[in-house]
């Protein structure tokens, strides 16, 4: 069963999914301040395959999926307002905060 059936099966409605975009140049800062640094590709490279295929995964499947543009000290910012380790989880929560805000797709 698809993501939008298993939704829809619940009740629920997709909303917009956000996807961290990253730009090379803050590759390396990333990983120096995530402490779930071993979860991370080791290169911009390898994680620019990795996200472009979810997205693409995502944007077939039908998903109203965008690309947003994060910056890293921006994010570090945010998580330690929030009293948050920058991970995965607090990764997806500020993506999501800047989606639901109208937040800016990478040029």
Same mark, same amino acid.
């Given at each position: 069963?698809?993501?939008?059936?298993? %939704? *829809? !099966?619940? =009740?629920?409605?997709?909303?917009?999914?956000?996807?961290?975009?990253?730009?090379?140049?803050? /590759?390396?800062?990333?990983?120096?301040?995530?402490?779930?640094?071993?979860?991370?590709?080791?290169?911009?490279?390898?994680?620019?395959?990795?996200?472009?295929?979810?997205?693409?995964? %995502? *944007? !077939?499947? =039908?998903?109203?999926?965008?690309?947003?543009?994060?910056?890293?000290?921006?994010?570090?910012? /945010?998580?330690?307002?929030?009293?948050?380790?920058?991970?995965?989880?607090?990764?997806?929560?500020?993506?999501?905060?800047?989606?639901?805000?109208?937040?800016?797709?990478?040029?």
């Amino acid at each position: 069963m698809g993501i939008k059936a298993r %939704l *829809k !099966r619940r =009740g629920e409605q997709p909303g917009i999914v956000g996807i961290g975009w990253y730009r090379p140049d803050q /590759w390396q800062r990333l990983l120096e301040i995530s402490s779930d640094r071993d979860r991370l590709e080791d290169t911009h490279e390898e994680w620019l395959g990795n996200a472009s295929r979810v997205f693409d995964f %995502l *944007k !077939r499947k =039908g998903l109203p999926v965008v690309k947003m543009a994060v910056d890293v000290e921006d994010l570090l910012a /945010w998580c330690a307002k929030q009293g948050l380790a920058v991970n995965l989880e607090s990764r997806a929560k500020y993506v999501t905060e800047k989606v639901s805000h109208g937040g800016k797709e990478p040029a």
